[in-house]
């Protein structure tokens, strides 16, 4: 069967199972639709988690960065699974406990105060739509790749169906299709990374495999892949680059602010038992190490592959896939020396690195750009990281259900994380903003009825921001992470580990958090990005680490405000109490 | 003395995440270059525990803790029987 046909096959067969799953879990009530009636098995739960968690960058960029950065790439690795030590044994079974449906609930009750309420919410919703534009931006390139449909098309596909799920079933219906998407989202990351493995060094551990020889050879993969990016004047892969201090700061920086992510808070409200939120988190884990610890495997066979199958061979003769995704734009050649052959290297290939295409062809067929060439190295190809995943069964040169299937797997890691994101956004406005501050007379199916007004808002929010992507999207992850870590982290914490802070506490450490941490992003990728080096930073600390910071900055703030003022009211002790057992 | 179950809680949440630190940004970061002396197959230690290593570490302690703390939760609130009911309340 042609490729586009399984596609559209594998596609469809997978999403007929999501909004099959959606009508039989419908949300009856708010318990239903905000925390799934507390009915999640902690197994389920930890699916769902994962799937969650897993976004399209996770699926479609995490091992073609990790390809590029080499060891350095590492941050993402432990950054993006210990943050789930942090909930598990400081936060999820203790809000578990608490039992009511959102972060600001915690907050807002915890610190007495309407006020901590809104920032939490505040913070929330900017955190959360910064992911989600995301997510829509990987559906629009799956979209147009394997569907040949145009990216817009596809971004309003992906709406519906998510609006379909998130709307009707509310958690409950998130919950279950969530399930279904991570078994979907695994195998199809699995089988290629197996197939390439066994070609590659015989092996079919993945885990394995990218520590052992290559098949038919002594040397090992990784010394191999050392010397090779040597060779083009990059750094070996197995080293680092960036300072220490910096790993440090970025990876500390991710695994708080994952820990502190309300989308990922939310999932452990939706289990029976507080041992169960425990457990469940650690299910969440193993699933999502089974694609963490695979990642970095596929990533050193990427590279590998890429470089032996285009060093130095001809365009014309260069494989279908590279002029594949030159057609979708992910990829560029300049021929700087004008030998007609592919020269890969260390460096940007062109002036403004993105490249800007023009409509003539040059005179190997290949895309011509306006942009001029960097005279300042040899490298002559541009390409967008994002593809190493999806291009591997092709560079590989794997069946075409294999291609057809990731596809399938890369749009449900997209759409699960949208719709858990699309699912925190509704109920922070329909339950905290509405139903807690603006009109708290309104009854259950009112406030039902504002959840799923909430949640279309934002499914067309989003959808905006898959149609008309805004340039900024890689730069503000950093400030999704940051913020999380900077300001909802520190007061959940506190918030149960120590009872004497008081509201005044709280709201100056949040608001602390969220300006340093702001500003000093801000002011590195928006006002004066050609200032962001190592040079200018404070203590050599990227924007991407500064979150880290910013939380040390509000913890130091809460603590000392708090102490000036009164100690928070006797119930406030008791509920802390209670939360601390189980 | 005897420990409350709050304290011996504190205590094994300590424990754990100073094994969380060092297996992360310990042999992952800090000393990652060091280990990267020693080679177990292809992978030099240092970079093995930064990209694979430490991960499975998270998922251990994540399990001990689970563990540890449904022994304590038996200990302190005789059965777990007594638990759900206060639950369902």
Same mark, same amino acid.
């Given at each position: ?317 260069a494989p279908s896939w590279f002029k594949n995704w030159e057609n979708i734009g ?71 259900? @294999?291609?057809?299937? %990731? =596809?399938?797997?890369?749009?449900? *890691? /997209? ?5 858990? &994101?699309? +699912?925190? #956004? ?46 900024? @999207?890689?730069?503000? %992850? =950093?400030?999704?992470?940051?913020? *999380? /870590? ?5 007061? &959940?914490? +506190?918030? #149960? ?62 603590l000392s405000v708090s102490s000036f003022y009164s100690k928070p009211p006797e ?12 | ?14 424990s754990l995440l100073v094994v969380w630190f060092i297996v992360s940004f310990g ?63």
């Amino acid at each position: 069967m042609e490729l586009q046909g399984l596609t559209y096959l594998f596609v469809g067969a997978s999403f007929a199972i999501y909004i099959g799953i959606a009508i039989w879990s419908r949300a009856r009530s708010t318990n239903d639709f905000y925390i799934a009636g507390k009915g999640v098995s902690p197994v389920a739960n930890g699916m769902a988690t994962a799937a969650d968690w897993m976004s399209a960058a996770s699926f479609i960029s995490m091992a073609g960065l990790i390809a590029f950065l080499g060891k350095d790439g590492s941050v993402y690795l432990m950054g993006w699974t210990g943050g789930y030590v942090l909930l598990a044994l400081l936060l999820a079974p203790y809000l578990r406990k608490f039992g009511k449906y959102t972060v600001p609930d915690f907050i807002g009750t915890r610190y007495y105060s309407k006020t901590a309420r809104f920032v939490a919410i505040v913070c929330l919703i900017f955190i959360s739509f910064t992911y989600v534009a995301g997510q829509m931006r990987g559906v629009g390139i799956v979209f147009s790749r394997f569907l040949e449909v145009d990216i817009n098309t596809g971004v309003i596909i992906g709406m519906l169906i998510v609006f379909f799920y998130a709307v009707l079933g509310g958690m409950k219906g998130i919950t279950y299709t969530q399930v279904a998407q991570y078994c979907v989202l695994i195998f199809a990351y699995l089988v290629p990374a197996i197939f390439i493995s066994l070609l590659i060094t015989n092996n079919p551990i993945p885990q394995l495999g990218f520590g052992d020889k290559i098949s038919g050879s002594s040397v090992y993969l990784l010394d191999k892949l050392d010397q090779l990016s040597i060779e083009l004047g990059f750094n070996a892969y197995t080293e680092n680059t960036k300072s220490n201090i910096d790993i440090f700061f970025i990876t500390a920086a991710l695994m708080f602010g994952t820990a502190g992510l309300p989308h990922v808070i939310v999932r452990f409200f939706t289990v029976p038992k507080v041992s169960d939120a425990r457990k469940s988190a650690g299910y969440a884990l193993v699933f999502i190490a089974l694609l963490y610890t695979t990642a970095p495997a596929v990533a050193a066979f990427a590279k590998i592959n890429f470089i032996e199958s285009v060093q130095k061979t001809e365009y014309q003769s260069a494989p279908s896939w590279f002029k594949n995704w030159e057609n979708i734009g992910l990829i560029a050649w300049k021929d700087k020396n004008g030998d007609g052959l592919i020269n890969y290297s260390n460096g940007n290939a062109l002036e403004e690195v993105k490249p800007k295409y023009i409509s003539e062809r040059g005179q190997y067929g290949e895309r011509l750009v306006a942009n001029s060439p960097d005279r300042s190295n040899a490298n002559e190809i541009y390409i967008d990281n994002d593809i190493m995943v999806l291009a591997n069964p092709e560079i590989a040169q794997l069946p075409n259900w @294999v291609i057809a299937l %990731v =596809a399938a797997g890369a749009l449900a *890691a /997209a759409l699960s994380t949208a719709a858990g &994101l699309l +699912l925190v #956004i509704s109920a922070s406005i329909s339950h905290d903003l509405m139903k807690n501050m603006l009109m708290p007379n309104i009854s259950d199916r009112q406030e039902l009825f504002f959840a799923r007004c909430a949640a279309a808002v934002s499914i067309f929010i989003a959808g905006l921001f898959g149609i008309y992507p805004p340039g900024f @999207v890689a730069q503000v %992850v =950093a400030f999704a992470f940051g913020l *999380a /870590a900077a300001t909802l982290f520190p007061v &959940l914490f +506190l918030g #149960i580990f120590y009872k004497r802070l008081n509201k005044e506490g709280a709201i100056a450490g949040m608001l602390c958090g969220l300006i340093a941490t702001s500003s000093y992003i801000s002011y590195f990728k928006f006002i004066n990005p050609s200032l962001n080096n190592s040079d200018f930073w404070f203590l050599g600390i990227s924007p991407e680490g500064f979150g880290f910071l910013g939380m040390i900055i509000n913890f130091v703030v809460a603590l000392s405000v708090s102490s000036f003022y009164s100690k928070p009211p006797e119930d406030i002790y008791q509920l802390v109490d209670e939360i601390r057992r189980p | 003395m005897k420990l409350s179950y709050w304290q011996s809680n504190l205590i094994i949440l300590i424990s754990l995440l100073v094994v969380w630190f060092i297996v992360s940004f310990g042999f992952g970061i800090i000393w990652s270059d060091k280990l990267d002396n020693f080679k177990i197959g292809g992978f030099k230690l240092g970079f093995w525990f930064s990209q694979q290593g430490s991960i499975y570490f998270f998922v251990l302690i994540i399990f001990i803790y689970v563990y540890l703390l449904n022994k304590l939760d038996k200990k302190f609130f005789s059965s777990s029987s007594e638990i759900d009911n206060k639950e369902k309340e």
